[in-house]
């Protein structure tokens, strides 16, 4: 028999960790991490040098300075899978003052997230830099193992459901625990490695960086995580020293 307090604890926790999984769920998948906004263009000239740059970004190799430089002048954003650029409908959008914009995304391939960085983007010969690579890696492999500890303790708990017991509810919030603390730590990844990117590869005069959506939904569900982690143990606990003083009473 479990206790009401209990019960409504466990529910309260799986309400937040659902919550939290769909955060991450959408966070991951989304491009909007990091957004740039870059000055209006004024001029033909300019306007064919930003053309040129759109199209190496969508249809020429993949380099880590050609796709930051687009990234920078063409109100770029970027996320975990994706790289995206704001992109006119119009080929004489630099004459209209509000042309209509739409958004151009481009994935990281599996080989792509793996990719060395360089100490200066773009020169190979620069050698490469290990922390914005290891830091790159990990923003990509940590929340893929926060979802899995995720399903992981969902499994545990579908199967506790099914022998109603509770017993394995303590390593469910361990679960949840680590969850969230991959979650922020893919966070911080991502952040430190966007601000080593900018020391060596400097923002463009009037082009604003800014956080964006998705990031901030990563932030979200971590602490949802942790509270739901800290609702199951408690849970596991109490009920546990409840039913070893219940044993006792009736042995005595």
Partial sequence: MVDNRYATALVIACVLSIIATVYLSVAVGTPHWYQYISPPVYGEANASELR??????????FDEKTYSDSLFRLN???GLWWRCLQVPTDSHWYKEPDPKMVLDCVSFTLQQQFT???????????????????????????PLVSLGLVVLAGIIGF????????????????????????TLATVCC???????????????????????????LALISSPLHMMA????VWAARSHSQNYYRMTAYRVA
């Fill in 116 to 142: 060395p960085k360089y100490k200066e983007p773009g020169n190979h010969n620069s050698g490469e830099d290990l922390i914005r690579t290891y830091l790159w890696r990990c923003q990509f492999l940590l």
């Fill in 159 to 182: 199967g506790a459901c099914l022998c109603h017991s509770l017993a394995p509810t303590l390593g469910i919030g361990v679960l949840h625990l680590l969850a969230g603390l991959c």
């Fill in 52 to 61: 040129a740059l759109q199209e190496e970004f969508m249809d020429g190799e």
């Fill in 76 to 78: 770029g954003t970027v």
């Fill in 190 to 216: 991502y952040l430190a490695g966007m601000d080593l990117l900018h020391r060596v590869s400097m923002l463009p005069d009037r082009v604003d960086a800014s956080l964006g959506w998705s990031l901030y």
């Fill in 229 to 232: 982690a800290a609702l199951l």
